[in-house]
């Protein structure tokens, strides 16, 4: 069974950083990609950022130039390095990883709070 663990989150300033960790365990199947999806109150689960195994990136146009996704597919790992976060970019933040049969698996979310 694959289960992912995220780490990272909390409270910061408006402007301040974080980074967000996503480890993949009881992986067989390799993986298609990795990515952060984040749900704010009262509001629908929305893409933020993705990797494929080739390496190749998409952001959501609100995570573009202040967010940089990485790690590889090869360790299970994923990172979202988050700067100049605002108070709109509060939300639950999880981590999605897809294997090669496309089958989706979620981890637990940690909570994100950006705020004076």
């Known amino acids: 069974q694959v289960q992912l663990v995220e780490s990272g989150g909390g409270l910061v300033q408006p402007g301040g950083s974080l980074r967000l960790s996503c480890v993949a365990s009881?992986?067989?199947?390799?993986?298609?990609?990795m990515g952060w999806y984040r749900q704010a109150l009262g509001k629908q689960r929305e893409l933020v950022a993705v990797i494929t195994s080739r390496g190749s990136t998409n952001y959501a146009d609100s995570a573009k130039g202040r967010f940089t996704i990485s790690g590889g597919n090869t360790k299970n790992m994923v990172y979202l390095q988050m700067n100049s976060l605002k108070p709109e970019d509060t939300a639950v933040y999880y981590c999605?990883?897809?294997?090669?049969?496309?089958?989706?698996?979620w981890g637990q979310g940690t909570q994100v709070t950006v705020s004076s």
């Open positions: 999605r990883a897809t294997i090669i049969t496309g089958q989706n698996y």
């Open positions: 009881g992986v067989i199947f390799p993986l298609n990609d």
